[in-house]
């Protein structure tokens, strides 16, 4: 009874109370104009409502700035590839043009390995552990050579885009990687922290 009329409202049950209305049968409802319309059920359920609408217009425009980034991610691989096309073109190797191949990498995988291409199971999971090894280069010698797997994982789906990996598929491909093959391995450490 935030607005009044509670004085009103026990009154009214005072007297079906003394009168046991319930006794008599079917009571007609009148329709008063009441002071209080708005308030209890009808007023949570307005409140209600309005939340989920609320929240719908939220949900819709976060999806539609996530399509326009998603857009616009796409849009930076392709140009990555064509200037990567166009530097392996170039015959010689510098300093800068090794640095711009890398820093391209790390934009993003152009192809990247999925299960409609690769299969299922150990070659599929090879097959993440070989691009793995190749994405990981640079940023592992910045590093100084260790990686935990978590951000392992992060960097590795922010380079593929919209083509994402579950942790466990990254962790399986981690597991297929040897230091004569990829140039690097998992390791786990007895406090169960894998690097």
Same mark, same amino acid.
């Given at each position: 009874?935030?607005?009044?009329?509670?004085?009103?409202?026990?009154?009214?049950?005072?007297?079906?109370?003394?009168?046991?209305?319930?006794?008599?049968?079917?009571?007609?409802?009148?329709?008063?104009?009441?002071?209080?319309?708005?308030?209890?059920?009808?007023?949570?359920?307005?409140?209600?409502?309005?939340?989920?609408?609320?929240?719908?217009?939220?949900?819709?425009?976060?999806?539609?700035?996530?399509?326009?980034?998603?857009?616009?991610?796409?849009?930076?691989?392709?140009?990555?590839?064509?200037?990567?096309?166009?530097?392996?073109?170039?015959?010689?190797?510098?300093?800068?043009? +090794?640095? =711009?191949? $890398?820093?391209?990498?790390?934009?993003?995988?152009?192809?990247?390995? #999925?299960? /409609?291409? !690769? %299969?299922?199971?150990?070659?599929?999971?090879?097959?993440?552990?070989?691009?793995?090894?190749?994405?990981?280069?640079?940023?592992?010698?910045?590093?100084?050579?260790?990686?935990?797997?978590?951000?392992?994982?992060?960097?590795?789906?922010?380079?593929?885009? +919209?083509? =994402?990996? $579950?942790?466990?598929?990254?962790?399986?491909?981690?597991?297929?990687? #040897?230091? /004569?093959? !990829? %140039?690097?391995?998992?390791?786990?450490?007895?406090?169960?922290?894998?690097?």
């Amino acid at each position: 009874f935030v607005k009044g009329g509670h004085q009103r409202a026990h009154g009214i049950l005072n007297g079906c109370l003394e009168e046991k209305r319930w006794e008599k049968g079917v009571i007609a409802v009148q329709n008063q104009p009441s002071s209080l319309m708005g308030g209890g059920l009808v007023r949570i359920e307005r409140q209600i409502e309005s939340s989920r609408i609320d929240a719908d217009r939220t949900i819709n425009s976060a999806f539609k700035d996530i399509d326009a980034l998603m857009e616009k991610a796409k849009d930076m691989v392709s140009l990555a590839e064509r200037i990567s096309i166009k530097l392996s073109d170039v015959k010689t190797e510098g300093d800068e043009t +090794i640095a =711009l191949k $890398s820093h391209l990498l790390s934009i993003g995988i152009s192809n990247p390995v #999925t299960r /409609e291409t !690769h %299969g299922t199971g150990t070659t599929y999971h090879k097959s993440l552990g070989t691009e793995l090894s190749r994405m990981l280069q640079v940023p592992l010698k910045e590093c100084g050579g260790v990686m935990s797997v978590s951000e392992v994982y992060c960097r590795y789906n922010r380079a593929r885009g +919209i083509e =994402l990996v $579950s942790p466990e598929d990254v962790v399986n491909a981690c597991k297929t990687l #040897t230091p /004569e093959q !990829h %140039g690097m391995e998992l390791k786990k450490f007895s406090s169960g922290v894998l690097v």
